[in-house]
């Protein structure tokens, strides 16, 4: 079963706006980690955060954790085109030494 | 430039070919994975190697042959596969095995069954 779901599946904002897409997953983790897909390339990994910690901020990306909601989200403030890509969410459950990958969020920054 | 080098970038095969993808970290890193990522799915684990030691082998089906000469390279062989093989498959490294490592990706290989 899919542990971590993003949502929504996909987001349309203009250029400037923030972005916020979020993550929830079933069981206990350790860490969760964001990454980021531009169309037809590899993943690249944007943030990592613990579970014992609760914010945490990179540049323009800003990653919240709320461990007893089972959620996460990710803001990307002042969007810009470059921004356009699929991001996702990716757990690592306590008991299991593997990195889940949910379905991810299509964002598409409009000019 | 993620320092993972996958080639080739596009493959197309019929169902009888013999085909080999090749990954290539520049990274000094000990662990390699293949992913599966089709379209409206999950990204999906295959295979991961560990300081060239196979150590997850995530129900693949026996088309599926992965090989770790050395930490550097890694190969997925593939022969007799079916149209829903189609996909892009990644390859990423990563310092060390665990979960709790980051991911490098390289841009992938986009496979076509026909």
């Known amino acids: 079963s899919q542990q971590g779901e993003e949502d929504p599946q996909a987001l349309s904002i203009q250029e400037g706006e923030n972005a916020t897409m979020n993550c929830s997953y079933k069981t206990s983790i350790n860490n969760l980690q964001w990454y980021r897909q531009n169309s037809g390339r590899g993943l690249v990994h944007l943030i990592l955060?613990?579970?014992?910690?609760r914010e945490k901020h990179s540049g323009r990306l800003r990653v919240t954790l709320d461990t007893s909601k089972k959620s996460s989200s990710l803001l990307i403030t002042a969007s810009r085109a470059a921004d356009t890509a699929s991001y996702f969410c990716?757990?690592?459950?306590?008991?299991?030494?593997?990195?889940?990958f949910g379905k991810g969020t299509r964002l598409h920054i409009l000019p | 430039e993620t320092g993972v080098t996958q080639t080739p970038r596009h493959l197309v095969m019929g169902m009888t070919n013999k085909k080999s993808l090749k990954c290539e970290q520049h990274?000094?890193?000990?662990?390699m994975y293949w992913y599966k990522q089709s379209a409206k799915k999950p990204l999906e684990l295959m295979f991961v190697?560990?300081?060239?030691?196979?150590?997850e082998n995530n129900s693949v089906p026996s088309r599926f042959s992965p090989e770790c000469p050395n930490s550097s390279h890694l190969f997925l062989h593939l022969h007799t596969l079916q149209p829903e093989d189609s996909a892009l498959y990644l390859c990423?490294?990563?310092?060390?095995?665990?979960?709790?490592?980051?991911?490098?990706f390289g841009s992938g290989t986009q496979l076509s069954v026909l």
């Open positions: 990274l000094g890193h000990n662990a």
């Open positions: 190697y560990n300081f060239k030691e196979q150590t």
């Open positions: 990716a757990t690592e459950p306590n008991r299991d030494d593997k990195i889940i």
């Open positions: 990423a490294s990563s310092q060390d095995a665990g979960a709790t490592e980051k991911l490098f």
């Open positions: 955060i613990r579970s014992n910690e």
